[in-house]
């Protein structure tokens, strides 16, 4: 899993450098601006959403396979590498949920 998120971040980091709008989705969801980008991530969530409730798990794959295409771009124009939400996920690690999410408020 972490190789294939490795190369779709540099693909898209790539893609976001060379601006080619022509040529690149990224690219053209990009100049779009980040409320649009936030909202291609919204929509995938909810189609993921939906394959998880009523479609079989090719659906749902390719869906969560979209939906995290969307985070990864969101993330990049952000300036967020995935490295930053592994070491979050790591410092949560051995912490149950719901003291967690107690810890945030």
Same mark, same amino acid.
């Given at each position: 899993?972490? =190789?294939?998120?490795?190369?779709?971040?540099?693909v898209?980091?790539?893609?976001l450098?060379?601006?080619?709008?022509e040529a690149s989705y990224v690219a053209s969801l990009a100049a779009k601006g980040r409320g649009k980008i936030a909202?291609?991530?919204? #929509? =995938?969530?909810? =189609?993921?959403? &939906?394959a998880a409730m009523s479609e079989d798990d090719p659906?749902?794959?390719? #869906?969560?396979?979209?939906? &995290?295409?969307?985070?990864?771009v969101l993330l990049a124009e952000r300036g967020i590498a995935w490295a930053d939400v592994a070491a979050e996920i790591d410092r949560?690690?051995?912490?149950?949920?719901?003291? =967690?999410?107690a810890s945030r408020s």
């Open positions: 899993m972490g =190789e294939a998120l490795g190369r779709l971040e540099a898209v980091h790539d893609r450098a060379a601006g080619t709008v909202q291609k991530f919204g #929509e =995938e969530a909810v =189609e993921t959403l &939906i659906a749902l794959i390719g #869906e969560a396979s979209d939906l &995290i295409f969307h985070l990864t949560r690690h051995g912490t149950s949920g719901h003291a =967690e999410k």
